[in-house]
């Protein structure tokens, strides 16, 4: 079993910025990567940016230039630095956590933090 515990978030302005922290526990050797993914009222969850053990990342292309996803695996901790935020970037964020073995999708989840955009 992984753990996964958010922190961050919160209220941001147009133009501005967020942090979002995420810990992981438990069983974390059978993490190969992780991300953090989104979801909006009234709409599906979406992959905002994930990263490999070796560091390798990916972003939405709506995020691209503006958040940066990063992992300290010493503390196996994944960030993201999101700037330039935008109304559109309201939404809960969640944390996940992939699996070394089997089918490359998040396995684990976090509890959600809610960032909030104001224009």
């Known amino acids: 079993q992984v753990q996964l515990v958010e922190s961050g978030g919160g209220l941001g302005q147009a133009g501005g910025s967020l942090r979002l922290s995420c810990a992981a526990s438990g069983s974390v050797f059978s993490i190969d990567a992780m991300g953090w993914y989104r979801q909006a009222p009234g709409k599906q969850r979406e992959m905002v940016a994930t990263?490999?053990?070796?560091?390798?990342?990916n972003y939405a292309d709506s995020v691209k230039g503006r958040f940066t996803i990063s992992r300290d695996n010493a503390k196996n901790t994944v960030y993201l630095q999101m700037n330039s935020l935008k109304p559109e970037d309201t939404a809960v964020y969640y944390c996940?956590?992939?699996?070394?073995?089997?089918?490359?999708?998040?396995?684990?989840w976090g509890q959600g933090t809610q960032v909030t955009v104001s224009s």
């Open positions: 996940a956590a992939i699996p070394l073995l089997g089918i490359k999708v998040p396995n684990y």
């Open positions: 990263i490999t053990r070796y560091g390798r990342t």
